[in-house]
DNA sequence: ATAAGTGCAAAAGATTTGCAACCTA
DNA sequence: TAGGTTGCAAATCTTTTGCACTTAT
């Protein structure tokens, strides 16, 4: 695809993704700033789950040069506007992904590799909301991460870190 | 049982898991000390989830002074040979249970009042295996938690935190 | 102009680690 | 006795916060 053909999809999206968090800070009264925008690109522009470290190499790499803190307080604000998902993974750095591209899913992490794969189970979800409503009690939000060991023998992957 | 007709249970119990303890020390040339024992016993003889400060504050109302050190590093021991369950709720310190008592399960926490309950599901458990399945993975582990707002009106229990 | 946001460095909180003294096997 | 274990304090690591300065509105 030429410079002319080339059908630039994240460009798009992206225009969306920043309206939604612009209005999202209106109505706080929060101000539009460069350090937030860079990071929600950066987060929407790259596939994978961030941690703050990487976010910020990532970040540096484009020229964005960004505070650790401020990075912390944006991803704050995406959280809650609901533009970034927030992942409690075991033992490892709390990681960041973009909440919006592939809808709701859950994790499975391969105990060998590190790999995180991504998966969704209507039947999972409802049988959640079912056990919560027992409780009296209303769906707010789950985690849910399957750790497993790889079954192929001599797995290539195995041992590597730090994946997406 | 008792001296005579009392069935006292939990010493039972506590025998039974101790020497599970100290196999599990031998077989890794470990050593079998008042504090490792005072540990398994503090989680055994409480129901709850546990903090690090907890366990600290637990023991040292029994005169069983024990080091912080020495209560993390015991825990990775009993964590290890599957006799204390690590809890990671997000946004929390994290939570030690015992891991026998009441079989496997998951972990309910209601938003509002802070209270964990806990549940188990077999067909959830199911799924989950299968989807591992589907991914070539051999189940490991999981951590699941469901985060609920309590449907009763004025619950008393509201913003109440630091619950079991 | 003014309230909000930023970077920096310090603070805080949880967990780990080095080391000398101290036990268990 | 020898090697593992303990407690303490120092070190790490991640995240939060106070503050003077800067910027969006």
Same mark, same amino acid.
Request: with cysteine; aromatic share 6%.
């Given at each position: 695809?030429?410079?002319?053909?080339?059908?630039?999809?994240?460009?798009?999206?992206?225009?969306?993704?920043?309206?939604?968090?612009?209005?999202?800070?209106?109505?706080?009264?929060?101000?539009?700033?460069?350090?937030?925008?860079?990071?929600?690109?950066?987060?929407?522009?790259?596939?994978?789950?961030?941690?703050?470290?990487?976010?910020?190499?990532?970040?540096?790499?484009?020229?964005?040069?960004?505070?650790?803190?401020?990075?912390?307080? %944006?991803?704050?604000?995406?959280?809650?506007?609901?533009?970034?998902?927030?992942?409690?993974?075991?033992?490892?750095? %709390?990681?960041?992904?973009?909440?919006?591209?592939?809808?709701?899913?859950?994790?499975?992490?391969?105990?060998?590799?590190?790999?995180?794969?991504?998966?969704?189970?209507?039947?999972?979800?409802?049988?959640?909301?079912?056990?919560?409503?027992?409780?009296?009690?209303?769906?707010?939000?789950?985690?849910?991460?399957?750790?497993?060991?790889?079954?192929?023998?001599?797995?290539?992957?195995?041992?590597?870190?730090?994946? %997406?």
């Amino acid at each position: 695809m030429g410079p002319d053909t080339k059908p630039e999809i994240r460009h798009v999206d992206l225009e969306q993704l920043e309206d939604r968090f612009k209005s999202f800070l209106y109505a706080k009264r929060g101000k539009v700033t460069n350090e937030r925008l860079a990071l929600l690109r950066t987060l929407y522009t790259h596939n994978g789950h961030f941690s703050v470290d990487q976010l910020l190499d990532l970040m540096a790499k484009n020229e964005h040069s960004i505070s650790r803190a401020t990075v912390y307080r %944006t991803l704050d604000l995406l959280v809650q506007c609901g533009l970034v998902k927030k992942l409690a993974i075991e033992d490892r750095e %709390t990681r960041y992904e973009s909440a919006l591209d592939s809808g709701h899913h859950d994790h499975i992490i391969c105990v060998d590799c590190n790999k995180i794969i991504e998966f969704f189970n209507p039947e999972l979800e409802a049988i959640q909301d079912d056990i919560l409503g027992v409780y009296n009690l209303k769906p707010v939000k789950h985690i849910h991460q399957l750790y497993g060991s790889c079954t192929v023998p001599n797995c290539p992957e195995k041992k590597k870190s730090g994946q %997406t």
